[in-house]
């Protein structure tokens, strides 16, 4: 209950003709205040009018009013500056610590305003609102869209900033652990990124002249090198890999890790292995050619690269396959950009305080087409546009950040939904 009268006190979702004091005495909201998320009263820089007389100060808000006692709010005079003590039942009057009584209202939440958001919290539907969504006004959709992106780049760039600070601003680490997740195509992402945390970027440099030597330490790293073979070229990279691990100290994962059950063959990990050994093999420093490069179209070249010839007729190193060219396609590069290059952009733009990266990395979003997934599908039946990548982005965020989590009370739909059941 308390939940919701925050909630109602922030929007004032209240019925603003029914706040009376539980002395008798009207009270109208000039300015709700600002919700406070650490200690002390729930909000600050309130402005009320009881009577005639107009009070600035905290407000304070329970289920119950004996709450204030049972928090020992009456000896802690942080909430000395608490003008108004908001509750939904009245059960005890309220003092601060000097023995003044402090006014209290009761809450009048209006019971559509209850029904609805029981309706949002209770139903046992993955996204409860889809059949309302049409019901919000256009302009507020959008604008709710545009702050989920934001919201989803700020995640994806926090998780930058993380392995920013673990690998002493190394940016070219950081995109190289970064990438290499991103390779895993989501079955093995964290696998892929236990690959490249287990393998520095440095020692590959080292060795970055030989295809076959960058080959070796992933695909040793991977445990992929362990068994029997009769190929030539799995034994020469166990050789190799034989002489790199004892080079450089490795320890390898186990190869049981990588998953490739319920996987096209294309997307094998033994595929997306090769193909980062190639990129690895042609590129020193990737991260200066993407800081620089601004045509979308040459940022795709750069990852659309031919693994070694071995892999023209493999997906695995167990049996053959009909020749095929094994260089990633369309969708793949557009998810290699959207979850690699547009968050290192981001970080890069906000952490050096530069703001032509963050809105390239923006523009990249909006030139890529939406992504395809049932998240995408659901939102898009339900009548909202989904115009590009940017807008599937925000959508991702609002069904795993909201929708999954029951966090419809701040989620601008619900609170759309909410603001039309109290008319």
Not at 241 to 258: A, M, Q, S, T, V
Not at 340 to 366: C, H, Q, S, W
Not at 374 to 389: D, E, P
Request: aromatic share 10%; glycine share 4%; proline share 5%.
């Amino acid at each position: 209950m308390e939940h919701l009268l925050h909630y109602a006190w922030k929007y004032k979702l209240y019925t603003p003709t029914h706040l009376i004091t539980t002395d008798g005495i009207p009270v109208s909201v000039i300015d709700p205040g600002i919700q406070n998320t650490d200690a002390g009263p729930d909000f600050f820089n309130a402005k009320v009018k009881i009577d005639d007389t107009v009070w600035a100060g905290s407000i304070e808000i329970h289920d119950k009013a004996s709450d204030w006692f049972r928090h020992h709010h009456d000896k802690d005079k942080a909430y000395d500056s608490v003008i108004l003590h908001v509750i939904g039942n009245e059960d005890t009057t309220v003092f601060r610590t000097s023995g003044e009584a402090i006014p209290q209202v009761i809450m009048d939440v209006p019971e559509p305003v209850k029904r609805n958001i029981d309706w949002l919290l209770h139903r046992d539907v993955s996204v409860p609102c889809l059949s309302t969504i049409n019901n919000i006004e256009p302009i507020h959709l959008s604008s709710w869209i545009n702050a989920l992106l934001s919201e989803r780049l700020e995640r994806k760039t926090n998780d930058i900033f993380l392995l920013l600070d673990q690998y002493n601003m190394d940016w070219s680490e950081v995109l190289y652990i970064t990438l290499t997740r991103n390779f895993g195509f989501g079955i093995n992402n964290d696998a892929f990124e236990r690959l490249a945390k287990s393998l520095p970027f440095r020692y590959i440099q080292k060795q970055r002249s030989s295809s076959s030597q960058v080959e070796s330490m992933l695909f040793g790293q991977a445990g992929m090198l362990e068994g029997e073979g009769n190929c030539h070229y799995y034994r020469l990279l166990q050789q190799e890999y034989k002489f790199l691990r004892h080079k450089f100290n490795l320890h390898p994962l186990e190869g049981h890790l990588f998953k490739s059950m319920r996987t096209r063959p294309v997307n094998f990990p033994h595929i997306k292995l090769a193909q980062l050994a190639a990129i690895w093999h042609k590129y020193d420093t990737l991260i200066s050619i993407l800081l620089n490069e601004e045509d979308i179209h040459m940022i795709k070249q750069l990852f659309r690269i031919q693994p070694s010839d071995y892999w023209h007729n493999h997906y695995h190193f167990r049996f053959t396959s009909p020749p095929k060219p094994k260089i990633l396609g369309e969708n793949a590069l557009n998810i290699l950009l959207i979850n690699t290059v547009v968050p290192i952009l981001f970080a890069f733009g906000k952490i050096n305080k530069m703001d032509e990266y963050v809105e390239r990395a923006i523009g990249i979003l909006e030139t890529i087409p939406p992504e395809k997934n049932n998240i995408v599908s659901l939102f898009s039946q339900a009548g909202i546009g989904v115009h590009h990548a940017g807008d599937s982005q925000a959508l991702i965020q609002l069904k795993r950040e909201y929708c999954e989590k029951k966090k419809c009370l701040y989620c601008r739909i619900g609170f759309g939904i909410l603001k039309q059941a109290k008319k």
